[in-house]
């Protein structure tokens, strides 16, 4: 049964048409998968069923009613948004209710026995073990991202359920469980919304499937009629071949570059391996394996306890993110938006901070060897923007992670880190990003540290994978030579015959 | 801004992506300003000037402008300073408390020791900056949050000031330093001059310098900054020890204006100081804004209190007033960016 039908929606936004005629419904009892690029109109279209943002043109019908004349039933609709906004400070219970009065707690004073065992239901039902009281700062990421969700359904009116990428920072033992979850939901008869670009999830999960190219719907399908090359043609408007690899030409790679040996820090212990300019490294894991930590570590921007880091044979001062940067090391980190960009500044001022000492001279920054700068950085890594004057907050998370690359390329660094680099950037910026560092490493200059949770990216990409788990290094494969299965063994901790220690 | 002589959009954004061309200097500066979020403030100065003139004649002679702007460029110089800690995501409620307690060292020195005045001004300024240092050393290393480190710390400073002065003025301040703040130059009071050299250093430091970059860096985000390797705990603490030199700056010009050193000095430029900087576009959240926002700021908040004296409106309204400014002034912004917004 239909029970959110979107039709004939166009919403613009000055110089662009973020959705143009779009017709959708939703089921109960159904999960309904959307996927497109950045910017195809995703969030928008969301934010347009979650009655958020009015569209120009078209209608929106909630079990039979115009929602724009009668916006209260938009309350029939809850969007679980992908960032966690829970309130950190109070407890499970208090989160899952509030506002108190929506959720059926009518009474001016609210009874804490009533509140608590009333919450200990919904944990249960959603498989958070932890008891009501518990402030929401306190339990884990994963357990997070699911109260998120048990929040936006313990609204009794909740028929239909948004999920926008519920689960970029979960572990795979807790996606499998927030599924489980999922599935309860739509037996229960809910209509669920599912966003993600991980094509895997959609498979795995979704009954249909809207497909979104620039703002427009290029297809519809019910799930089991479509296969996986199809689904990314469509997304992507052109043929990507997954199979294709980028890894760097072996002969790229050269003398050296970093070696790490005993490195001991928070969450990790005894690490040592050793890479060489002109290839790329795979660092593949899951999550909270410790891949993060020992990185930043070795960049300095968390202590270490014991062990040594060389950068072209000579010591690296640990501890020291300045000193790092200065030797040659960089890393660019998983959490874009907190620690990658500087969001206010223009997208010129991003490039350029990593810079200035080369377009400095006796104290002040030139502006014309700053635009000369900024303007190649831009064209040599396809920077696109309306202009470079333009915050970078306003780019699409590809751009971001293109200009933050390009950044960092700008110091001509001898070694870079990049963590999860491809972590909400859509199939095609995904190719882009791939063949770009391909290139940067063939150059010759420097050598590539690449961490991703997605096991058949590294193997297309990395000359060599180093598999983590539980704070060590347990095994080290050549791309070439390994099958996915080999790695993926090792990583959740299953003995394999992969070589320990560096191979020479 | 709109005005500027500039040909509108396209033109300068055909340039940017074409790639070879730069873009016009006139081009750079409407960037800049718009940038600087300092162009609404403008207008919004120059009708408060033109409403200024028309309410009452005397506005404009040469002695209320005078006066206007010898007044204006105290708050300017700590407004100035106070702009480059927000900026950073920081602020200073002990400006005050510093400039007095400079203000009264300083006239300490030349009165009871005889220090040579010039000499004692100087030390009078490296007293501010070390005050500020110790702010940013506590601030930095013990990862103190500024707010309370420095109501704290203002706290302490009054406090210093008051038993070593007894709560009275330093008198018989030496001669020889009071052109320094009743003196002019070319028609322009002495203490503007003064303004005017800060502005040029601080304009040039925030805008045209590494340090100044990295200031805004921090500002928008300390943990990204961290990750660039900028050496954010160095900058934060020397912006620190600036902003406790400008205000001792502005304590000491005052005491050669005054000719006595008053332990009050300083007393309302911690509120108008931050006041000012909010009008002026820079951001409590840090990050965005300029200092020479900042001092747009301070030159509205000196004209309105102005033209409330000239046109005889109670004093006892004038706190009201100022407090109206500032709420306006935010609200502007705030709906200017909702608006923003609305069109991305």
């Known amino acids: 049964m239909v029970v959110l039908e979107a039709s004939g929606i166009r919403k613009a936004f000055p110089g662009v048409v973020a959705v143009d005629d779009v017709s959708v419904s939703f089921e109960l009892g159904r999960i309904h998968g959307i996927v497109g690029e950045n910017g195809a109109g995703k969030s928008t279209l969301v934010k347009i069923l979650d009655g958020v943002l009015r569209p120009d043109r078209g209608t929106v019908r909630i079990e039979e009613e115009d929602a724009f004349a009668h916006p209260r039933i938009f309350a029939n609709v809850s969007y679980v948004p992908q960032e966690l906004d829970l309130f950190r400070n109070m407890t499970l219970a208090e989160n899952l209710f509030m506002p108190f009065r929506k959720a059926g707690f009518k009474d001016v004073l609210i009874r804490q026995s009533r509140l608590y065992a009333e919450a200990a239901r919904w944990l249960e039902l959603f498989q958070i073990d932890v008891p009501p009281s518990r402030l929401a700062k306190d339990i884990s990421v994963s357990n997070q991202q699911l109260l998120q969700i048990a929040r936006a359904t313990a609204n009794r009116l909740c028929k239909v359920l948004i999920l926008d990428e519920p689960t970029t920072s979960l572990t795979t033992k807790s996606i499998s469980r927030l599924f489980d979850v999922i599935r309860q939901l739509k037996n229960e008869g809910r209509s669920i919304i599912f966003i993600s670009h991980k094509l895997d999830e959609i498979f795995d999960l979704c009954d249909e499937v809207t497909v979104l190219r620039n703002g427009m719907k290029v297809a519809y399908a019910e799930m089991q009629d479509v296969d996986r090359p199809t689904l990314i043609r469509q997304i992507s408007g052109r043929d990507i071949d997954e199979k294709f690899t980028f890894r760097p030409r072996a002969q790229a790679a050269q003398d050296v570059a970093l070696e790490v040996e005993g490195l001991t820090g928070r969450g990790f212990s005894d690490v040592s391996f050793t890479l060489r300019r002109g290839e790329i490294l795979g660092f593949a894991g899951l999550v909270g394996a410790g891949r993060s930590e020992i990185m930043q570590t070795i960049f300095g921007y968390l202590p270490a306890k014991r062990g040594q880091v060389r950068l072209d044979g000579r010591p690296l001062r640990l501890g020291d993110t300045h000193h790092s940067i200065h030797a040659g090391l960089v890393y660019l980190p998983e959490e874009r938006r907190a620690q990658g960009i500087l969001p206010l500044l223009s997208v010129r001022h991003n490039i350029s901070i990593s810079a200035l000492p080369q377009i400095t001279t006796r104290g002040m920054i030139s502006a014309g060897r700053e635009e000369v700068l900024t303007q190649r950085i831009a064209q040599a890594f396809d920077i696109r923007t309306a202009s470079l004057e333009r915050p970078i907050m306003f780019l699409s998370g590809g751009n971001q992670q293109k200009t933050i690359i390009g950044r960092a390329m700008a110091s001509s660094p001898k070694v870079l880190i990049l963590d999860e680099p491809t972590k909400g950037i859509d199939v095609g910026s995904k190719t882009d990003l791939y063949a770009l560092m391909r290139n940067l490493v063939e150059g010759g200059e420097v050598g590539i540290i690449f961490i991703s949770s997605d096991l058949d990216e590294l193997l297309r990409c990395a000359n060599r994978v180093v598999a983590v788990y539980n704070g060590r290094i347990v095994g080290e494969f050549l791309t070439e030579a390994s099958s996915k299965n080999e790695v993926f063994r090792a990583m959740i901790g299953e003995k394999t015959n992969g070589r320990n220690g560096p191979l020479q | 801004m709109r005005a500027a002589p500039e040909p509108v959009g396209p033109p300068a954004k055909a340039a940017v992506k074409e790639g070879a061309a730069r873009p016009s200097a006139v081009a750079r500066v409407v960037t800049r300003v718009r940038q600087a979020r300092t162009g609404g403030v403008l207008i919004a100065f120059l009708l408060i000037i033109a409403i200024a003139s028309v309410a009452s004649p005397y506005f404009l002679s040469a002695f209320n402008m005078q006066s206007v702007i010898r007044s204006l460029a105290f708050l300017g110089i700590v407004a100035m300073g106070q702009a480059c ?61 500024a707010l309370v480190v420095t109501v704290g710390m203002a706290g302490v400073y009054l406090g210093i000031n008051l038993v070593i002065s007894e709560g009275k003025a330093i008198v018989d301040i030496p001669p020889q330093i009071y052109f320094l703040g009743q003196g002019i130059v070319l028609g322009i009071p002495m203490p503007f001059v003064i303004m005017l050299l800060v502005l040029l250093v601080v304009v040039f430091v925030t805008m045209y310098t590494p340090f100044g970059r990295y200031m805004y860096a921090i500002g928008n985000s300390r943990e990204a900054a961290q990750i660039l390797g900028i050496p954010v705990n160095l ?103 909702k608006i923003a917004k609305a069109r991305q």
Do not use: C, H, K
């Open chain 2, 85 to 145: 800690l927000l900026i950073l995501g920081e602020l200073d409620l002990s400006v005050g408390a510093i400039a007095g307690l400079s203000g009264v060292l300083g006239g300490i020195l030349m009165v009871w020791f005889g220090v040579d005045p010039f000499l004692s001004f100087v030390l009078g300024l490296v007293f501010g900056a070390i005050f500020g240092l110790v702010n940013g050393l506590l601030v930095t290393f013990l990862e103190l949050n």
């Open chain 2, 235 to 337: 900058v934060r603490m020397l912006t620190f020890m600036g902003v406790g030199l400008l205000s001792a700056l502005a304590g000491m010009v005052m005491v050669a204006r005054l000719g006595t050193s008053q332990p009050s000095i300083g007393e309302t430029w911690v509120l108008d100081s931050i006041a000012a900087s909010v009008i002026g576009g820079v951001a409590l959240t840090g990050g965005v804004g300029s200092p020479a926002g900042a001092l747009l700021g301070a030159a509205i908040i000196g004209v309105v209190q102005n033209i409330i004296v000239l046109v005889g409106v109670s004093p006892y309204l004038q706190t009201a007033v100022s407090g109206m400014i500032v709420v306006a002034a935010i609200s502007l912004d705030a709906i200017s960016r």
